[in-house]
């Protein structure tokens, strides 16, 4: 046995034993990418490295051994920007999307791209349920929406871009009874003021987060400015339509009531403020950075804060002041909400458009042959939806580089090249997508062929800077890969091998 210090804390373990281990004993998680404790491979990342105090040195947890009398150090600031360095430096050699282009565009950041492969394998009600995750009104957006998303398709590069308002209305028109699984056991009850966008948004979010809703209005119809709108803009049915949904999802609406927040702020557990520009209150002061107001239980979205023209930028709003009325009653403070690390490199250069077109149906814009208002058939749908170049990273919730970039505030442009790498594609149709751009050659990938024993499998090709995980012999990954695809998807820390159904094969905690 042997006697250490980590942190500051004695603890005696087994003389065999890695810092990673034994940090784990008493409670401290390192993190790692390159390791995996079923699969014997070298440190190379250095993200999990630990400060030895009494040589100076920095040294990988995950390969590195105890000594006698060690004194590390795994939570101090140096170590903390010690593993952000290691990160930046695998980011200058990273060329990748976490978020597609066109969802980066969304003002709601609704997961386009997942959205388009639901619908193009026939699975519209799944797709409904994606953009319920962000669009609220997603009938009414598809009317309405000036669509800031397609102005980011990289597919406008090639020729029209995907016709993504389009395909939101078709999912929301084909399923009109889809309601999300609550949120239970709140007993509170939130009034919103106004029932427009941003009032009905806010009610949509608040019902999933399992509070009891009723939503004010001083007309006798709600809808707000959509009330203003012609047929050929929103048809009154869709907006009738849309507002029933609401109401079957538990919202109480009631019209022709002139209310005031600071009057009902003491009948209620919050309340939300959407009631336009002509409903702003004497004596409340709105904080438009966190939708909060002077008044603790008080919330205000969209233009009663300053005027919101783009639909989706009032819908947008609205989901984030239920969200901080909701973390008020949950009893935690309202801060403002960050954004996850996100890589991007721009604009495709022309062999990485061939490369996304690999799997993208070569045709342009689809036109409803029923004509706009109508919208899709289901085959129009899907022949559109497979326009989309699929450019976000089927991993993106589950890519550690991504979570580590995120949690230690990682710089990708620090040690940014001059030129950066092309994006290539590789496939192995139907199951798995390979981008070596984002490999951090750990060669988690090479030992997991290795151990099913495929016959070629996968390689070190190279030296050097240069050096590269790839198939051997010039072969393709259908016959490189044919039994330990779905492994090495789970083993590769990053999006460099993904499933190509795009949904991530893990979850990381």
Do not use: W
């Amino acid at each position: 046995m042997i006697r250490i210090k980590i942190d500051n804390t004695e603890l005696t373990v087994p003389a065999d034993t890695t810092i990673l281990k034994a940090a784990a004993h008493i409670g401290i998680n390192i993190p790692v990418m390159c390791h995996n404790d079923s699969i014997p491979n070298h440190a190379s990342c250095m993200v999990c490295s630990v400060k030895n105090n009494l040589t100076g040195n920095f040294i990988p947890a995950c390969e590195s051994k105890v000594q006698p009398g060690m004194d590390l150090s795994c939570n101090t600031q140096e170590v903390f920007e010690f593993r952000k360095n290691a990160l930046e430096l695998l980011l200058s050699d990273h060329t990748g999307d976490c978020e597609a282009p066109c969802r980066v565009g969304c003002p709601a950041f609704m997961d386009i791209p997942k959205m388009n492969r639901l619908i193009a394998q026939g699975k519209d009600a799944e797709a409904l349920a994606v953009v319920k995750e962000e669009i609220a009104l997603p009938l009414i957006l598809g009317y309405i929406c000036s669509a800031p998303c397609e102005g980011a398709c990289r597919r406008k590069q090639v020729e029209n871009a995907v016709s993504i308002c389009q395909l939101k209305k078709f999912v929301a028109l084909e399923n009109e009874d889809y309601f999300p699984i609550k949120e239970t056991g709140k007993n509170k009850k939130i009034a919103i003021i106004g029932a427009g966008i941003s009032g009905l948004t806010a009610a949509y979010h608040v019902l999933r987060y399992g509070y009891e809703c009723v939503v004010f209005d001083k007309n006798h119809e709600a809808g707000g400015s959509l009330l203003s709108l012609s047929e050929d803009e929103l048809p009154k049915s869709i907006l009738i339509k849309e507002i029933e949904i609401l109401q079957k999802f538990g919202a109480e609406l009631c019209l022709n009531t002139a209310v005031s927040a600071i009057e009902i702020k003491n009948e209620y557990d919050a309340v939300i403020l959407a009631c336009g520009a002509e409903g702003k209150e004497e004596g409340i002061q709105m904080d438009a950075e966190f939708y909060t107001t002077n008044y603790p239980n008080i919330f205000a979205c969209g233009s009663v804060i300053s005027p919101v023209k783009m639909a989706v930028k009032a819908l947008a709003q609205g989901k984030a002041a239920a969200q901080s009325a909701h973390t008020f009653l949950s009893g935690n403070p309202v801060i403002k909400q960050q954004k996850t690390f996100n890589s991007r490199f721009g604009k495709l250069k022309q062999p990485e458009i061939e490369a996304y077109l690999k799997e993208a149906k070569t045709k342009d814009r689809t036109a409803p042959l029923r004509g706009i208002l109508p919208g899709f058939t289901v085959e129009e749908a899907i022949s559109e939806a497979e326009r989309c170049m699929h450019c976000d990273c089927r991993k993106s919730s589950s890519c550690i580089l991504r979570l580590l970039s995120d949690k230690y505030q990682a710089d990708q442009r620090k040690y940014k090249p001059e030129e950066r790498k092309l994006v290539r594609k590789y496939f192995k149709k139907g199951i798995l997508v390979y981008e070596p751009e984002k490999c951090i050659k750990c060669g988690l990938c090479v030992e997991t062929v290795k151990r099913n024993d495929e016959l070629v499998g996968l390689t070190y090709i190279g030296r050097g800077f240069d050096m590269q995980i790839s198939v051997p012999f010039n072969l393709t990954l259908d016959s490189a890969i044919e039994k330990a695809a779905y492994q090495c998807i789970q083993n590769c820390p990053t999006g460099a091998l993904s499933n190509y159904s795009g949904e991530d094969t893990k979850t990381i905690n």
